[in-house]
């Protein structure tokens, strides 16, 4: 079975605090896709990263951030000097790669808070 | 390129009315799916398809549902007849699916949908 579990529900910080946001899924297959999605005020929901299940090197993007340990079945993605900008709802998802046609397993999504 | 197009963006309709939701998906994508999200239930998938062909539509609540796929670059999603508990915002997505790509989705602005 396929499940991607965001334990924290809301997070609240301050302006340039440096804050984490957790996700930690369940699978079965070996060759398996990770993605980070986000979903500003706006409503829609953008494509942030992917990353396949061989490829556990962390990858930063400014002042984005991804750790993926196989070893805890964890994906994490951290926010350096976080901004108003960055509140958002932003939601992990699995895929495995025998799910040829591209389905993808949500987690219920960290809402994030970044006040000035 | 354009991205997902959804229409309309917003819907207010009255109980017992039929609605229908549109989606044209980004162009040479394969796989199309349909989601909604309501702040009880987050995310939900309802149906997907890939090559214009539903495959697993068992998220679809209940027989009032419906979604076509009459060629590549259009769908519906079909509500009748609509009931208050319908209001969401749904979600086209789609995705170039195959084994070899990680098939991230590409989501649509979304359409929020009011059933008074």
């Known amino acids: 079975a396929q499940k991607v579990t965001q334990a924290q529900t809301e997070i609240s910080v301050v302006e340039k605090e440096d804050v984490t946001l957790d996700c930690v899924y369940e699978?079965?297959?070996?060759?398996?896709?990770l993605f980070w999605y986000k979903q500003p005020p706006s409503g829609e929901l953008v494509f942030l990263i992917r990353?396949?299940?061989?490829?556990?090197q962390n990858e930063i993007s400014g002042r984005y951030s991804w750790n993926f340990q196989k070893s805890t079945s964890s994906f994490n993605f951290t926010i350096t000097a976080s901004q108003v900008v960055d509140s958002a709802v932003y939601f992990c998802?699995?895929?495995?790669?025998?799910?040829?046609?591209?389905?993808?397993?949500f987690g219920r999504g960290t809402q994030l808070t970044v006040w000035p | 390129d354009a991205g997902v197009i959804q229409s309309p963006r917003h819907e207010v309709t009255e109980m017992g009315q039929e609605v229908t939701l549109r989606c044209k998906p980004i162009?040479?994508?394969?796989?199309l799916f349909w989601y909604r999200q309501t702040m009880m239930r987050g995310l939900e998938l309802l149906i997907y398809?890939?090559?214009?062909?539903?495959?697993?539509d068992s998220g679809m609540p209940e027989d009032r549902f419906s979604a076509k796929m009459p060629n590549a670059s259009f769908s519906t999603l079909k509500i009748q007849p609509s009931e208050p508990r319908d209001s969401a915002v749904y979600f086209c997505?789609?995705?170039?699916?195959?084994?070899?790509?990680?098939?991230?989705?590409?989501f649509g602005p979304g359409t929020r949908l009011t059933v008074l």
């Open positions: 998802a699995l895929r495995n790669r025998g799910s040829t046609l591209g389905r993808l397993y």
């Open positions: 997505a789609s995705s170039l699916a195959g084994t070899s790509s990680y098939n991230e989705q590409f």
């Open positions: 990353r396949n299940s061989f490829d556990e």
């Open positions: 162009s040479g994508h394969n796989s």
């Open positions: 398809f890939n090559n214009n062909v539903p495959i697993d």
């Open positions: 699978t079965r297959d070996t060759t398996y896709y």
